[in-house]
Each structure stands twice: as structure tokens, then as C-alpha cells.
């Protein structure tokens, strides 16, 4: 008589199998060497985090004191906190209601609005602070620096808050207003607190923006530490000021980190089985919140998108043709684009040990090789560009201000955008398919090559997009670390800037923009995709 298996059995036997299999894994030829890697790319990713502790280890508490605790850092200090405090709620209550209406709500158009609601992000944040500088000259300060924000990073909160609107199980919904709860408690009281992963994600990618950010609050004159570092670097070259600073800027990141750790709590929001199989619930607005509704839409749609675009174009008018320097443009685009494939295949590949290992042989190591990773990309551009500076400056000075610097810079900070990717890719291949390959005497290596990252071909494309995209817009790392006469998108448009002529500028923003719209694509199908749409 065969026995009877119970699923509690079941379970045991299936551990003890991925158990084998992953100290199989581990112990093969391949597998060492998949560890091997993980461990290098991981133990690079921690430099930025050993720099800051290298420096104030270096400068000694006698001269720290003196150089942190002085009222020109309070200042900086101030000045992050309130602008973190103000622009993040902002974002979120923008993000949860446009999210709301667009999801939840029968109004006109909803499906264009929602599209227009994730365009921001094919904007870089420098062209939004260029073009309200362009439109009205005196804005300056604190105001300038939470209006510029929250229309720009806004899209952060309302792209997952929209995608886990349309996840929702309406039934909940249903019980809780067949107990006699009001809509606008049921809101409040069901779906808002189903929410909370997502608002807690965006709030996190807005706060960090907002301490990595230098081309936004530069132009608007509103000192961050990121810009007082950077004025720092070019006044004293590397002095001990412009480290310090950056010791705390990453400090304020880890705390960032801390905090959103603890409010996302530890509720379970998985729930087994589909849901209902029906549409989600559609409140109908009357014909006041409908214009409300839609005045909302407009005057949002204006100022992220209707402000840069038209001050573009006027821009462009006026310089006419001869703002078209094809000398200057053509090698800032050629250069913008090397840095951006090349960054994005070295970021890519070395993301797919890390990547595989979190799939094929999941434990302990493996997830402390993860972390270094995410913890390092939280941190601000310029503290990873200080890291590498005082690196290869000390110990690598063949590599100073050549382009592996940068590269290395771009690895550091974007790897998580294609190990996200990579190991959704791979979770997808079947690891029968790997060991048939290998029984076939295939080596682990040639396997994984030949079968798993062919089937994972997809998501490490759409990886290496959003790492290629990234490149493209990105500023304080490029210019602190690229050789000298090196000049992308980003760079050429801060040169043109920098010297007021606004016109000569406008090229370089709509050559930005134009790359950056199959960004905005990506994530916008990614969104629907995750929702299941």
C-alpha cells in the first residue's frame, strides 16, 4: 500500500530538496565561481559605505567636531528636513488621489490621465528647475525647491499606489460596507492601509531623490548638502569638508532607510487565491467632483509637463537654427550614448550572479550579497563619486578621471535596476531545463548561458533599458568623474546653463527627453503588467 503524503510532508521533502540542490550548487566548479563574483561586485558596492567610515577614521573626532557640528552644516540640515518633511506628504496625497481617480473612479478619460500622470518622469529633474528658472527668474528658496519636487518626482507614489489600486480584492471592500461603513470610511479604513507598501516604496525612491538631487536645487539656489559638497569638492579638491559632508548625507540616507523600514510594518498583505473574478469597484462622481476631479488633472498636467515642454519650445524659437550646433550635440549625444550601453551592459552582467544565486541557491549569504547592493544604491551620486575619487586617487591612480571610474560609479549606483529585472527573468526559467543541460554535460556556466539567461533574455533587456535610461539623466557622478573634455546630454546642458544661455541649452533637454520617453513606456507597461492588465 503506498502511503499517504501529507502536504506538511510535502513541504519538508521539497526544503530538504532546494536544501540539497542549493549546497549542490555551491559545491560545484560553477557555483564557486557564481559565489566568487557575487562576493566581488558585493564587497565593491560597500566601498562608498567604507569611505565614509575611512574618513572619519582618518580626520580624527578633534577635527570632526569642528567641521560637522558648525552652523553652516545645521543649515544644510535644516534645510533637508523641511524640505523632506513638506515635499513628501506633498507627493504622497498627489499621488494617492490622481492614483484614486484614474483607478477608481468613472472619470473622463481616465486611461490618458494616467498616462500623463507617469510622463513627469521622461523629464529629467534639472530641466523641470531649468524651465521654471526660465519662466519666472525670481523663484528661488525653499518654495521653489517643494514645488519643483513634488511636480517632478510626484509619478514615484503614483505609479505602485495606482498598480496596487488594480490588485485590490474588491470583496473586502464589499464586507466592509455591508457592515455599514461609509465609502469614505471604507477608503480610510480598507484600502488605504492595503496601500502602505506602496506608499512607503514611493515616499523612500522621493526622499532619496531628494537627497541625491544637485541640478535641481543648484539652479534654484536653494543649498542641499548635496550642492554645499559639490561647491566643497571644486573649492578645496577632496578636502576633508567636502567628506565629512558626505559622511552625513549618507548618514541621513541609512536613517531614510531606517524609518521606512519601520513604517512599513510587519502586516501581511498576500492573500491566497486570486480575489473575485469581476471588475474593481467604480465610484461615480457627481458633476462637482467630477470638475474638481478634472481641475486637478489639468493643472497638474500643466505644471510637470505644460511648463518644461512649452519653455522648451520657446526656447527653441528663439535661438532659431543656430542653437542646432551639430559639433556640439552630435558628440554629447555619441558620448551619452557609449556611456549608457556600456554601463549598461557591465551593470547587467554583473548583476546576473547576484541575481542568479537569489533564485537557483536563496539563503543567508545570498542576501547579505543583496543588501550591500540596494544599500549602496540608496546613496547619493556625489558621496559614491567622493568614494571612487579617494580610491583611485590613493590606490588606482592609472584609473583617475578615465572612464572606468565612471563606469565603476554607474555600477554601483543602478545595479539594483537590472538585478530586479534579472531575477524576475530567471525565476521565470525552469530549473529542470538547467539541469537537463548539465546532465547532458554541459558545464554549470555553459547552462546557465545556453538555457537560463535565454529565457531570462527579457527581463534582463528590460534591466539594462532602465540602466541605459538611468545613465542618461544622470549628472553629479559624470561630472565629477569623467575625463576632462568629456561632455554628455546631461553635462552639455549644465555647461550651457551654467553660462545663462538658456537657448544653447534647450537642445540638450528635448535630446534628454526624447531618450527618456521609452523609460516612461517601460515603467508604464511594467505597472499594468504587475497588476495583471
Excluded at 186 to 211: E, N, S, W
Excluded at 358 to 376: A, M
Excluded at 400 to 418: D, G, K, N, S
Excluded at 500 to 505: P, V
Aim: charged share 10%.
Amino acid at each position: 500500500m503506498i502511503p499517504e503524503i501529507l502536504p506538511a510532508d510535502v513541504a519538508q521533502q521539497t526544503s530538504a530538496n532546494l536544501r540539497r540542490r542549493s549546497r549542490d550548487l555551491l559545491a560545484s566548479r560553477g557555483g564557486a565561481w557564481v559565489v566568487s563574483l557575487s562576493l566581488l561586485v558585493s564587497l565593491l558596492a560597500l566601498l562608498p559605505i567604507a569611505f565614509v567610515i575611512g574618513v572619519y577614521l582618518d580626520t580624527g573626532w578633534s577635527q570632526v567636531v569642528p567641521l560637522v557640528f558648525r552652523p553652516r552644516v545645521g543649515e544644510l540640515m535644516v534645510n533637508t528636513v523641511l524640505l523632506t518633511v513638506i515635499t513628501v506628504p506633498l507627493c504622497i496625497t498627489l499621488g494617492v488621489t490622481l492614483a484614486w481617480l484614474t483607478e477608481r473612479t468613472n472619470l473622463p478619460g481616465r486611461r490618458a490621465w494616467s498616462l500623463l500622470a507617469t510622463a513627469p518622469l521622461a523629464v529629467p529633474a534639472f530641466v523641470h528647475s531649468y524651465a521654471w528658472v526660465s519662466l519666472v527668474p525670481p523663484i528661488h528658496g525653499l518654495f521653489a525647491g517643494v514645488l519643483v519636487s513634488v511636480i517632478a518626482y510626484f509619478p514615484f507614489l503614483y505609479l505602485p499606489v495606482a498598480a496596487t489600486l488594480r490588485r485590490l480584492d474588491p470583496a473586502i471592500e464589499d464586507v466592509a460596507e455591508s457592515m455599514g461603513l461609509k465609502p469614505w470610511a471604507v477608503f480610510f479604513r480598507v484600502v488605504l492601509p492595503q496601500l502602505r507598501l506602496a506608499i512607503c516604496g514611493g515616499a523612500l525612491l522621493v526622499g532619496l531623490h531628494l537627497l541625491a538631487e544637485y541640478g535641481l536645487y543648484a539652479m534654484i539656489r536653494f543649498d542641499t548638502f548635496t550642492t554645499a559638497i559639490f561647491d566643497q569638492f571644486k573649492s578645496t579638491f577632496n578636502g576633508p569638508a567636502a567628506n565629512l559632508l558626505a559622511g552625513v548625507l549618507a548618514l541621513c540616507c541609512l536613517v531614510m532607510l531606517t524609518v521606512e523600514s519601520a513604517a512599513r510594518g510587519h502586516a501581511r498583505y498576500a492573500r491566497v487565491g486570486s480575489g473575485s473574478a469581476r471588475e474593481q469597484r467604480v465610484v461615480n462622481l457627481r458633476r462637482p467632483a467630477t470638475l474638481f476631479a478634472l481641475l486637478l488633472q489639468i493643472v497638474t498636467c500643466a505644471l510637470a509637463l505644460g511648463v518644461p515642454l512649452i519653455t522648451l519650445g520657446k526656447w527653441l524659437i528663439a535661438g532659431g537654427l543656430e542653437v542646432w550646433d551639430l559639433p556640439e550635440l552630435l558628440p554629447a549625444l555619441e558620448q551619452t550614448l557609449l556611456f549608457g550601453v556600456a554601463g549598461a551592459a557591465l551593470t547587467t552582467c554583473a548583476a546576473i550572479p547576484i541575481a542568479w544565486l537569489s533564485i537557483r541557491s536563496p539563503g543567508r549569504l545570498q542576501r547579505l550579497l543583496e543588501s550591500c547592493n540596494y544599500i549602496t544604491s540608496a546613496l547619493p551620486g556625489i558621496v559614491v563619486a567622493l568614494a571612487l575619487v579617494t580610491v583611485t586617487i590613493h590606490f588606482a591612480r592609472p584609473i583617475y578621471q578615465t572612464t572606468i571610474t565612471v563606469l565603476l560609479a554607474y555600477l554601483l549606483m543602478f545595479l539594483p535596476r537590472a538585478l530586479v529585472s534579472l531575477r524576475a527573468g530567471i525565476a521565470q526559467a525552469p530549473v529542470e531545463l538547467e539541469n537537463m543541460a548539465r546532465s547532458l554535460g554541459r558545464s554549470p556556466s555553459h547552462a546557465l548561458w545556453l538555457i537560463t539567461l535565454r529565457l531570462a533574455a527579457p527581463g534582463a533587456a528590460a534591466g539594462a533599458a532602465l540602466v541605459f535610461l538611468a545613465i542618461t539623466n544622470e549628472l553629479t557622478a559624470t561630472l565629477l568623474l569623467a575625463p576632462n573634455g568629456t561632455r554628455t546630454l546631461a553635462t552639455g546642458f549644465w555647461a550651457m546653463t551654467s553660462e545663462i544661455d538658456y537657448a544653447a541649452a534647450a537642445p540638450y533637454a528635448l535630446m534628454m527627453i526624447v531618450l527618456s520617453l521609452p523609460l516612461t513606456a517601460i515603467l508604464y507597461h511594467q505597472s499594468k503588467k504587475t497588476a495583471g492588465r
